[in-house]
Every structure is written in structure tokens, then in C-alpha cells.
């Protein structure tokens, strides 16, 4: 399905990031591990060399633009294009607004934000150049619905949806296609460690009545990165077992 195709996947260290790395080498793409340590990518790297495919690590602070237009340089040196791109690094700070620092804001803005436009506008020159490619940018059901103690978060995130359907309308007539998913709960080891009773709490507003796993986040961006959508652009795909319809 990939076979030649380069894709590149930020925050790629864990959860998500690393099993849309391992869907999309498993696919027959070479893969490109971006994350804030690259000593944090041994694992995704081992991984998606067993599945028999190319990987090359870099560092990457996605809050940092110069460093993103850097880096993106060298990938496109290295690897001589960049077929995919998944906008997968964020983070949360988490709390109620009337305690929430403006740091704690800023931070989650910067990253899951600007990180998101950063890498955008940075691979969009060679794409524009290859005159294809595909962008899966990776935000969140509490985007569409918000939700108490993340109000930085859900900005964030609706944020990355009118980017993402805004910059495909841009790229568009270059035959570039720009679209995102947005999660629900999603297994983790965050997850792990709630209660019972808190976790029973989140299972009650999904009416599939279990969370997701990262291989049902990794099928979705698949599908997305490759020619089986080659006609769909600018959307945003909820995975969410039913939370968010």
C-alpha cells in the first residue's frame, strides 16, 4: 500500500505516534521518527525495523520553527522526498481555568498548535514541489465538544481542526491532501492507572462501552495517508466508540 512512500510521524516515541509508525511500516512505508529526545525512539525504530523497513531518527522541538524548517530540510536531503506527514506530537496540562497558569496554557498551545503549523508549512514546500502528498494531523474529540480542566487543551485541538480544513483548502490544487482525526479515549497507561470508578465513569459516555485502542487511532490515519482516500480532503474523522457523533 506504501511501498516507496516516506512517511514522516512526530512524537513518535509512544502510544499513537508509535503505532501509526508501525501500521504505516507494516504497509510498506519507510519511516521518519521525529520526537523532543531521539534517545526516546529506540523502541518505534526497533519496531519498524523488524517489520523489514527504513527508519531514520530525529530530534525535533515542533515548538521551535527555525529548528522544524531545519530538520524538515534534512529529511528531504536524507530521504530524497516526503510522501505522508503525520502531525502527531502534543501534550496536556491539565486544570481548572481559574488555577490554569499561563505558562501551562502557552505550553499547550505551543506545542499541540504551532507544533502542528510549524511542521505543516515546513513540508509543504516539498510536497508543493512533488506537486502530492498527504497530512494527517492528529486532535481530539474534546476539540469538537470541550470538556471541564481543558479548556487549553480543547483550544488547541479546535484549533488543529480549522487548520487542518483551512490549509486543505490551500494545498488542494497542488494535489496535496490535508485531514485529521480526532480521538476519544484511547487505552494508555495514563488510562491504566485510573480507577475503576473513573474509568467506569468514562465508559458510561461511550456507547461502544470500552475505550479505543492506538491501532484503531493508526487504521484511521492509514486509510487517510494513503490512495484508498484519494478523494476526500479537509475532513475530520471522529474516533470516539460513539462518544462524539
Known amino acids: 500500500m506504501f511501498e516507496g512512500k516516506i512517511a514522516v510521524v512526530t ?114 514546500r516539498t510536497m508543493m514541489k512533488q506537486r502530492s502528498g498527504s497530512i494527517v494531523n492528529i486532535a481530539s474529540v474534546i476539540g469538537i465538544m470541550g470538556n471541564a480542566g481543558q479548556a487549553n487543551y480543547a483550544a488547541s485541538k479546535g484549533g488543529v481542526i480549522a487548520f487542518t480544513k483551512s490549509i486543505a483548502k490551500e494545498l488542494a490544487s497542488r494535489n496535496i491532501r490535508v485531514n485529521a482525526v480526532a480521538p476519544g479515549f484511547i487505552a494508555s497507561k495514563m488510562t491504566d492507572a485510573l480507577s475503576e470508578e473513573v474509568k467506569q465513569k468514562m465508559l458510561d459516555v461511550i456507547p461502544l462501552a470500552r475505550f479505543g485502542q492506538p491501532d484503531d487511532v493508526a487504521n484511521v490515519v492509514s486509510f487517510l495517508a494513503g490512495e484508498e482516500s484519494r478523494y476526500i480532503t479537509g475532513v475530520v474523522i471522529n474516533i470516539s466508540g460513539g462518544m462524539v457523533m
Not at 40 to 46: F, G, S
Not at 52 to 69: H, I, M, P, S, Y
Not at 80 to 90: C, E, P, R, S, V
Open 11 to 124: 512524537g513518535a516515541a509512544r502510544g499513537i505516534g508509535q503505532a501509526i509508525a508501525f501500521n504505516l511500516a507494516s504497509k510498506g512505508a519507510d519511516i521518519v521518527l521525529c520526537d523532543i529526545k531521539a534517545e526516546w525512539l529506540t523502541e518505534t525504530a526497533e519496531g519498524v525495523k523488524k517489520l523489514g523497513r527504513k527508519v531514520f531518527c530525529f530530534e525535533l522541538d515542533v515548538t521551535n520553527t527555525e529548528a522544524v524548517q531545519s530538520v524538515f530540510n534534512d529529511i528531504a536531503a536524507e530521504t530524497g522526498k516526503i510522501d505522508i506527514l503525520i502531525n502527531n506530537a502534543g501534550i496536556t496540562r491539565d486544570g481548572l481555568l481559574m488555577r490554569m497558569s499561563e505558562e501551562d496554557w502557552d505550553a499547550v498551545l505551543t506545542v499541540n498548535l504551532k507544533g502542528t503549523f510549524a511542521c505543516t508549512k515546513a513540508v509543504s
